[in-house]
């Protein structure tokens, strides 16, 4: 079974400052994705960012990137430019996909952190 | 990206009585929806994965009887909570997962129960 850890329960940062939030997880496959997800004082989960296992390059979305190192099972997120609007708990999930690249299993989320973004 | 919603928001309701809490696909099919049980600052636990036509598959602990899951066309999935209780009480999120690039799951905005 797959595991995400993330040891950070709280974090905070000041506004236009840059923030890394951990993951890391654990599997025994080589195919699957990661994530990280927002989830702000609305409760509405929003994807901010998504990792192809296979894929070297770490991906970026605008002011967010990830440091997705596949040996070490880690994959942190930095927000730069931190915004109030950032103010959110963030989970790290991952999701297992079959040898053919068909189906997908289910999402497994970290314990999340509760980043707070001050003026 | 592609919406779901959830229905009702929020609800109160009395111990012992039932409550169903629909979670729709807005503008995708839907051939799998997930529905998840989240307490405050916590994490998202899975309670069940639902697939179109088929009996819902409900994860460890979680019992069937009590939550009640249907999923009768590719835009509807609802969730029943059958005598409810106080400690029933929590915030309920469904996703729905859309055929395509990178299946991806969407979540609806959640529902609060409140069971008194």
């Known amino acids: 079974a797959q595991t995400v850890t993330q040891s950070q329960p709280e974090m905070s940062v000041q506004e236009a400052e840059t923030v890394t939030l951990s993951c890391t997880y654990d599997?025994?496959?080589?195919?699957?994705?990661l994530f990280w997800y927002k989830q702000p004082p609305s409760r509405q989960m929003i994807l901010v960012i998504r990792q192809e296992a296979y894929k070297q390059q770490n991906a970026t979305e605008n002011r967010f990137s990830v440091n997705f190192q596949k040996a070490a099972k880690s994959f942190s997120l930095k927000i730069s430019d931190s915004q109030l609007g950032d103010t959110a708990m963030y989970f790290c999930a991952f999701r297992q996909i079959n040898a053919g690249g068909t189906s997908y299993g289910k999402l497994t989320f970290g314990q999340g952190t509760i980043l707070t973004v001050h003026p | 990206g592609a919406v779901v919603s959830q229905h009702p928001s929020w609800v109160i309701c009395k111990s012992g009585t039932s409550v169903k809490i629909e979670c729709r696909s807005l503008?995708?099919?839907?051939?799998?929806m997930f529905w998840y049980r989240q307490f405050p600052k916590q994490s998202l636990m899975l309670m069940a994965t639902s697939n179109e036509g088929s009996k819902a598959t409900y994860e460890q602990g979680v019992e069937k009887d009590k939550f009640l899951i249907n999923h009768a066309s590719l835009t509807l999935s609802t969730l029943t909570v059958t005598s409810a209780h106080p400690e029933d009480s929590s915030f309920y999120i469904c996703?729905?997962?859309?055929?395509?690039?990178?299946?991806?799951?969407?979540f609806g905005p959640g529902t609060r129960l409140t069971v008194l």
């Open positions: 503008d995708f099919q839907a051939t799998t």
């Open positions: 599997t025994s496959e080589n195919n699957y994705y």
């Open positions: 996703s729905a997962r859309a055929s395509g690039s990178y299946n991806e799951q969407f």
